[in-house]
């Protein structure tokens, strides 16, 4: 497991942290991963503490991707919430040139969306989760059963801002947002 569903909730946290003014959201789901409709309903559900009113992208393909960020663009104080795994991850460069010509603030969950040109993200350290995983390995090559060693989630979460990005879109990053960012981008 690479992540705790509370953590989409820190997604829309960390959205209205760099961009206050945002009272709409638009979630990229693939409606065919579990993971992602999770999400989706945990935001939903922290959506009225925030002030926020979520929209859900059903997205299947680059031309659903195009349509869905097209629309929410046409209301004003719009933001995005991308989900991890395909066709989001597969068509990453595409979101990132829609939400930097629409001025679109962009939360993700894996660093390498926001190296690629992604605003923001905020999600497990993935080679932290390797280095770990690696353990498992020689214990299982030691004679341990896959089936009598416990689950393991995530212990490492990273913080990852790209003011480059920010730039494009004339968002200014608070300097308390920075000063906890795990690597910033410039």
Not at 21 to 49: K, M, Q, T
Not at 103 to 130: C, Q
Request: glycine fraction near 6%; proline fraction near 6%; charged fraction near 25%.
């Amino acid at each position: 497991m690479n992540q705790e569903p509370a953590l989409s909730g820190k997604w829309l946290e960390l959205l209205k942290e760099v961009a206050p003014g945002v009272n709409r959201v638009l979630v990229l789901v693939n409606s065919e991963n579990d993971a992602n409709l999770i999400d989706l309903r945990v935001i939903e559900a922290a959506a009225a503490s925030f002030g926020v009113q979520v929209s859900s992208g059903i997205v299947r393909d680059a031309g659903e991707i195009e349509s869905a960020i097209e629309a929410i663009a046409r209301t004003p104080n719009a933001g995005l919430i991308v989900n991890a795994g395909p066709p989001m991850s597969d068509r990453r460069k595409l979101i990132f040139a829609l939400a930097s010509r629409y001025r679109l603030p962009a939360v993700y969950m894996f660093r390498f969306f926001t190296v690629d040109g992604g605003l923001l993200s905020y999600g497990p350290d993935t080679l932290d989760m390797y280095r770990r995983s690696a353990t498992y390995v020689d214990r299982i090559l030691k004679g341990e059963r896959p089936s009598d060693l416990p689950v393991q989630a995530p212990v490492k979460y990273e913080l990852v801002i790209n003011l480059n990005a920010a730039k494009a879109i004339g968002l200014i990053v608070p300097p308390t947002l920075l000063a906890r960012a795990d690597e910033v981008i410039e």
